[in-house]
């Protein structure tokens, strides 16, 4: 199955019960009061939040469009449509970091980055930087396997940088092109736990200033409006370059990754859709809106 | 931290106070903010729309307080309508010997760790908990379970780790009489529309017959949880929720969501990693923390379970006769720092960073004056003149202000520690913080 198809079936789900509404709403109509609060409505119940919601509103009204259905999915490509490739370093090893709140799906979707890089022939190293949750380790290790790369961790309890700086240091001695540093989830509002966030941070700078070039932000698609807050305390404490929003292939939307793009200008990079090694495929704005909307016709029994 | 939601609501509250009676007209835009903040709270769409009606339709129809201006009866309203949405505060229902409790929820929202807690809690309540790991899907789900029951000291059952469905009958016969009056079933998260685990989950069920099962609900989630609680539910019949990760700064009104959707109580939340991090839910702080108001009492009760229950009493016994000395206060100061000051400003309303710095500068200040004292003045601080003052300010680098200041919350804190009765923390929340 392609990515077009394969992030269709995964969005299958979204696409009927939100898009697929609004391409019916919208095909016939133009942009009246009813039309107009049947939107809210959907954008809302999707998690785009109120204030985005009315941000693209406004954009259909500025854009007097006598097909809303054809411009909504242009407003919404916009907003989504950021340089979203991954800032691969000319000199190896490209170091990924996973951050995210407690059980947004970091852990799983290290062991999902790592069999892409895999594939492409790339040889891959696994930090297990959490070392608080019971048996993250152990978890960890598994998807390590699965994916056929190099996994290191220390004990339970101990340092998070000193792994992460352990396994950058064996990834340059073992020329290795791919270090992904797996986190302990944290809640964004937790001082002490974001400040060991930012020390791994400084501590893999060390081996390597440029490091890491990529900051993944994971967020569930299932997360309401505190996803912002969320993306909003993540960048500023370490750099977020890019969100990964999981769980796709649930009934959830995904919306507040709308919002997020539109007020942080963060890209999406990746989503998640299930829980297996090949489950996850890359962001394009115009796929992903296209895949929501099109084929609805087909679907539509 | 819920600074949106309470701004917009005093807003609506402003925007009606200075005119004598709410009407049909300036009661609009109050209704319109309180809609607004609500959907930034995500409760779901549908049930802020039949929310705000309600309490539109209560706020006309009721005469004003004469004790209330409009602004304050229309929070009132507004408060008593949330409260009584939100339910009862309902305890498990345990019935069998054993009874079986089942935690099941979408991926991630923290049923293994759930799991852990219900153990922990009811093993300090003098129950024989036992758990089961019925998740061989999630890598090493069984290995976490076994590492937190390793820490509650409570017995995991694991069978043959690779069917759930065996796991559940090994189970059945191993705790068939063997003293194990209640038996915690974890399971693998699964999406509500995955036909094939729901059917799992419903085949457990059969056999098991649970006298709970729970649902666990990511606190942050958004308005999809109409989508998953209502299946759940109507797959399974759940008996209650467990919402999680509470302790972030989510507002929480998915709770409002759930209970409207199922009409289930809310049974336990999470409010941390931790084992201990877990609290019987409170629909009035609940309703609190939604309209800004904080959730003070919660953490007080958490302060009250965490402190090693003689300590406590000795203590209870002391605030009772006016014996609170300010070694006592100093040993508080302990406790708190144990707890993280960080989670008791969390707690508090309106508390930001500069907050956490100044009670931690403060906290420090306090310990390092009560260190400087002599056992004598610390156990009887009505000897503390001026000179002694003095000598302490010097030896802590503090000023005669500072012990002042110091003395006379500690004067307050006891008085108010007289009020409360035996065997209760007294915590005097502001008490500490000059
Ligand atoms: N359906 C689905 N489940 C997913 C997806 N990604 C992760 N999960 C599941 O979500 C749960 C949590 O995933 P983890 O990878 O452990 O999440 P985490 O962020 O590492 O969690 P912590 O380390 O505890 O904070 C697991 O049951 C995963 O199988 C996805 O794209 N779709
Ligand atoms: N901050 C916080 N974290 C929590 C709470 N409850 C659980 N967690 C964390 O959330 C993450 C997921 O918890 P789990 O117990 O593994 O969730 P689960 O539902 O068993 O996950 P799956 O089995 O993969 O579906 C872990 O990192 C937990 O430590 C809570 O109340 N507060
Ligand atoms: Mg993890
Ligand atoms: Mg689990």
Redesign the interface.
Known sequence: MGFFEKLKEGLR?SRETFFNHITKILKSRRLDEDTKAEIE?LL????V??EATEYIIKKLEEKKSEDAFGTLKEVLIEILSKPNGLNIPVEKPFVISMVG?????KTTTCGKLAAMFREEGKQVVIGACDT?????I??L???AERAGATFISHMEGADAAAVAFDAVNHAISKSKDVVILDTAGR??????LMEELAKINRVIKKVLPNAPHEVLLVI????????L?QAKTFREIVGVTGIVLT?L?????G??AIAIAKELGIPIKFVGVG?GLEDLKPFNPHDFVEALLAGDDNDNT | MFEGLREKLSNAFRVLSGKGKITEKNIEEAVQIVKTSLLAADVSYKVVKEFVENVKKRALGEEVLKSLTPDQMFIKIVRDELVRLLGEREPLKLVHNPSYVMMVGLQGTGKTTSAAKIANYLKKQGKRPILVAADTYRPAAIDQLEVLGRKIGVPVITGDRRNAIKIVQDAMRQVKDSGYDVVILDTAGRLHVDEEMMQELEEIKKMIRPDEILLTVDAMAGQDAVNSARTFNERLEVTGFVVTKLDGDSRGGVILTIRYITGKPVKFVGVGEKVDDFDEFYPDRIANRILGLGDVLSLIERVERELDQEKLEKMGQKFIRAEFTLEDFREQIKEIKKLGIDKILEALPGASQVDLDTSEKELRKIEAIINSMTPQERNNPEIINASRKRRIAAGSGTTVQDINKLLKSYEEMKKLMKMFKKGKMPFGLKGFRF
């Open positions: 789900k409505e809302i119940s999707a998690d939040g109120v709140v407690n059980g947004s799906g608080f949750r019971a048996a993250a152990d978890q290790k598994v998807w809640l964004h509002n937790k001082r002490h569930d698609a299932v997360t309401g409006q505190n996803g807050q769980k292939d649930g009934t959830a939307k919306g507040i829980e």
